[in-house]
C-alpha cells in the first residue's frame, strides 16, 4: 500500500461522527484523555505516562494540553488539532487545571461534557483531580471511540493487511530459527532484529513508529510452558519433542494483526498429532461460522459444542477469539456472552485453543475481517501439521 497512516480527510469524519453522537446525548463537546483515542481520533500519538494528555473536542476547533515535551510532536501540522497548550511537568505545572481552561476557552466549561474518563487515567503514579471537580459543566463518561472502533474503515483493513503480510516473514524467520538447546528469548531477538531490518528497508521513509513497542513482535513458548497460555517465561531450553506456540504482532501505521501456530520440535507423538488435528478443525469451524449478522455467541458456541464432542472440553481457558486493531484485544469478542450480531468491518483473532497437562498447548491464531459476503483471513502462514514440524 502507498500510505502507511491515517489520513486528515478520515480523522474528519471520525471527529464529525464524534460530536453528532455527543450532540444526540446533549452533550456541547468531548474532552479525551486516552492515549488511543487522541490517536484515533486526531492522528496524535505519544507515549502514556504520569503526565496527563487531554483533547478538546468541539464543532469550532479541536484543542490539545500535553506537558512541554510533547509540544513540538503535539504541533505537527499533520495532526488534527487547532492549538496546543503545555504545562511543564507533573506534579508541576497543574496540568489539569490547564484541561478545564481549554474546556472554558472551547465554550464548553458551563455545558455538558462528554468524557471518555473523568480526569487523566492513574497510571505511573498520577494521582490527580477529576475534570468535574475543576469545571461547572455536566461531565459524563462515554465509550464513544470505544464503539467507533468496534468496525474499521477500508484504510485501518488495509495497514492490518499490510501488517499481516510482514506476519508471515516474522513467523517464517521465527521457524527458521528454533534449535533444541536454545532459549526461546534468545531466538526471540535475533528474530525481531532481522525482521525489523528487512520490514524497515523495504517499507523506509512510509514507516514511523507510532509506539514505543518492537515493530515486530515474534514471541513463543515451549515444552510444559505451552500449558500455560499466558506463561511470560521464554527461559525454559527447547527440547526435542516439545510443542511450541508462537505469536507473531507486527505493528503498521498504529494497527496491529494476529499470527499464531502451534508447532513441534522433531518427532511427534500421537496424541500431538491428534490434539493438533482438533485444534486445526476447531479454528476453520470458527472461521466458517463467522459472518455478517451472525450472533458473536454463536461462533463459540460451534467450538465449544466440537470440543466437547472430541472429549478435550476440560482443556479450554479462554473465549474464540476477540477484536483487534490499533490494540491486541478489542471489543466485541467471540464470546458467549457477548450480544449482538458481527458487523462487516470488524476484525477477529480466530484462536480456539485447549491446554492438555503433560503434552502442551494447542493454539493457531489468525487475523479475519468480516466483509459484506463473508470474511476474508488476513494472515495466511501455513496451519497443516507437516509445515509446522522443526526438523
Known sequence: MTNLTIGESEHRDRTRTLLERASEDGYDGVVLFGALNIH????????????????????????????????????RDDFLIDEVTTYFEYPQGEPMERVAEMCDRLGIADGSIAVDADGSPPRNGYTGPALSALVSADVGVEDYVTDMRETKSDAEID???????????????????IEVGRRPIEVRAEVEAEAVKTML???????????????????????????????????????????VVTIVKPNVGGYTTELE??????????????????????????????GPGV????????????????????????????????????????????EGEIRPG?????????????????????????TDEGTETLTYYPRDLESLIVR
Open 261 to 290: 501456530r502451534t508447532m513441534f520440535v522433531g518427532e511427534v507423538s500421537d496424541a500431538q498429532r491428534d490434539y493438533f488435528e482438533i485444534m486445526r478443525e476447531s479454528q476453520e469451524i470458527a472461521i466458517e461460522t463467522i
Open 40 to 75: 484515533y481520533v486526531s492522528g496524535m500519538y505519544h507515549l502514556p505516562t504520569e503526565r496527563p494528555v487531554a483533547l478538546g473536542v468541539t464543532d469550532d476547533r479541536i484543542d490539545a494540553v500535553v506537558p512541554r515535551l510533547e509540544q513540538e510532536h503535539a504541533s
Open 159 to 177: 495497514l492490518i493487511r499490510e501488517a499481516s503480510v510482514w506476519a508471515n516473514l516474522g513467523h517464517r524467520l521465527l521457524q527458521e530459527r
Open 295 to 338: 450472533e458473536y455467541a454463536a461462533v463459540e458456541e460451534a467450538v465449544v459444542d466440537y470440543f466437547e464432542e472430541q472429549g478435550v472440553a476440560e482443556y479450554t481457558q479462554h473465549h474464540v477469539g476477540h477484536n483487534i486493531g490499533m490494540e491486541g484485544h478489542e471489543r466485541p469478542f467471540l464470546d458467549v456472552d457477548q
Open 201 to 243: 528497508d523495504a517499507l523506509g521513509d512510509r514507516f514511523e513508529m507510532r509506539s514505543w513497542a518492537n515493530p515486530m513482535q515474534c514471541l513463543f513458548t515451549t515444552g510444559e510452558v505451552t500449558e500455560l497460555p499466558h506463561s511470560m517465561d521464554q527461559t525454559t531450553r527447547i527440547e526435542r519433542g516439545d510443542n
Open 346 to 370: 470488524e476484525l477477529f483473532t480466530v484462536e480456539p485453543g485447549f491446554y492438555v497437562p503433560d503434552v502442551g498447548g494447542f493454539r493457531h491464531s489468525d487475523t479475519v475481517v468480516v
